[in-house]
């Protein structure tokens, strides 16, 4: 089976930009979260999806939205990007919700300037 | 304070030594996920367990829920296993996972 997959890699964007990630989980997987890893917090959750319905969000601002599709990839969305946003965003996949166990994609690498 | 604590930040090890990494919490937990970064920031997931004690190859986790403590063991450690061990709870009330701040594993031929 593939594994979870996370695109783009690498991405540069100016302050006040919008960005958005993609992430396709593994198939047969229905649940995909989303975290965000930076040097000063390190990992820190943001939302997790299940059957295309956001069923847990963490404490981040209302710039950071997600949602998933149908065929259970989601993507994540970040409005007016601030330098603070500088991080890895990392999802990953697995069967169902919360208390099984996580297969993490390799991550986006976010640069704001 | 941090609610998921690990210890120690940084450790360093010869080649083919015991190595333990501990993670306290202070939340009520499902689930205990130990996680392994390596450089470039893959994280791949090396136990989930809620009880007891688990062991996959070289390496052992436990779990003490009344001591809300856990522990990773690396046995007959390589310099392969040089990475970040990082530590999640998953908060029973919440249902979110909570990540400590990781150890930093050089282990040296």
């Known amino acids: 089976k593939a594994g979870v997959t996370q695109t783009p890699r690498y991405l540069i964007k100016t302050r006040g930009q919008q960005v958005t990630l993609s992430c396709s989980p593994i198939s047969g997987h229905r649940s995909v979260s989303w975290y965000q890893q930076t040097p000063g917090q390190g990992l820190q959750f943001l939302f997790e999806?299940?059957?295309?319905?956001?069923?847990n969000k963490g404490n981040f601002p209302g710039r950071f939205s997600g949602r998933q599709f149908s065929n259970s990839r989601s993507e994540m969305n970040v409005s007016t990007l601030e330098l603070g946003d500088s991080a890895l965003y990392l999802c990953?996949?697995?069967?169902?919700?919360?208390?099984?166990?996580?297969?993490f994609g390799p991550g986006t690498r976010l640069t704001v300037t | 304070k941090n609610e998921v604590e690990q210890s120690p930040q940084n450790l360093t090890a010869q080649e083919g030594e015991f190595i333990t990494i501990n993670c306290s919490y202070s939340v009520g937990i499902s689930a205990l996920h130990w996680l392994q970064q390596h450089p470039g920031g893959g994280i791949v997931s090396l136990f989930m367990l809620s009880s007891g004690k688990k062991k996959h190859g070289r390496l052992i986790a436990t779990i003490n829920i009344q001591e809300k403590h856990s522990s990773l063991h690396i046995t007959a450690s390589h310099p392969r296993d040089s990475a970040v061990y990082i530590c999640?709870?998953?908060?029973?009330?919440?249902?979110?996972?909570?990540f400590g701040t990781g150890t930093r594993l050089q282990v040296f031929p």
């Open positions: 999806y299940f059957s295309e319905t956001q069923r």
């Open positions: 990953a996949s697995s069967l169902g919700l919360s208390y099984y166990e996580q297969y």
């Open positions: 999640a709870v998953l908060s029973y009330n919440t249902d979110k996972l909570i």
